[in-house]
């Protein structure tokens, strides 16, 4: 992400950028991220000219992009499935997540794998996806720069199909492949924690929860199961 910031100065033309090691890796809402040698970390620099709300979106992009190329390496669909808003499961445990940083002109869409080896977290916070790897949980063995192989052309699919036709059909997509969809789970803000039914995710990449009091919709949250 940091080389990202640095190229876009200069640059004006999308690419990936892939690191074989990191000394500075961080998640969401600046948590540690810890990356394993053998593991896959790249960024995808773009310059998109859309409203804020709709570069957001890209998230859901990425995460559809992450789910083929895991199809691809694997040759299977079943253990696979999307958490809202930026992870990707397998069998049940994170196996890859997301992280989009804006920058004056440019978005870096930052992207981890567990390939060879998951983190074991110091303190993993109540109900917290445990984090997997695909060569333990898969038995598939890939190397970065093949792994970025399956990624890349992914990527390139579901973006055209988000700057042709917008939103819709991602979101329909996502939903098909989405964990826990219609399933109780909690919502975490950074001021409280909602309980209710996963119902959807909405036009604008919100998430509906059906509550006890109603429809909930969530912009921002962690999710637990």
Not at 1 to 19: C, D, G, N, P, T
Not at 24 to 35: D, K, L, P, V
Not at 103 to 123: E, F, R, S, T
Request: hydrophobic share 50%.
């Amino acid at each position: 992400m940091s080389e990202a910031a640095r190229v876009a100065a200069s640059s004006a033309f999308s690419q990936w950028i892939l690191a074989l090691s990191q000394t500075a890796a961080h998640g969401r809402r600046g948590r540690a991220w810890s990356m394993p040698e053998g593991n896959f970390a790249a960024t995808l620099l773009m310059f998109p000219t859309e409203r804020p709300e709709l570069v957001a979106l890209r998230s859901f992009v990425a995460s559809l992009a992450l789910y083929d190329a895991f199809v691809a390496a694997t040759g299977r669909t079943d253990p696979f499935s999307l958490k809202w808003p930026n992870d990707v499961l397998l069998n049940g445990g994170k196996v890859a997540g997301i992280l989009l940083e804006r920058g004056p002109a440019h978005l870096a869409i930052g992207i981890g794998v567990n390939l060879v080896a998951a983190p074991v977290p110091a303190q993993l916070e109540e109900g917290a996806v445990a984090p997997v790897s695909l060569a333990d949980e898969a038995g598939a063995l890939v190397v970065p720069e093949d792994f970025l192989d399956l990624l890349a052309p992914a990527y390139a699919h579901w973006e055209a199909q988000f700057v042709t036709y917008g939103f819709a059909p991602i979101r329909t997509a996502w939903l098909a492949r989405a964990a826990r969809l219609g399933q109780p789970i909690r919502a975490r803000t950074m001021r409280e924690e909602h309980h209710g039914t996963f119902e959807t995710v909405d036009a604008f990449g919100n998430l509906v929860l059906a509550t006890s009091n109603g429809k909930l919709t969530i912009p921002a949250a962690e999710v637990y199961f």
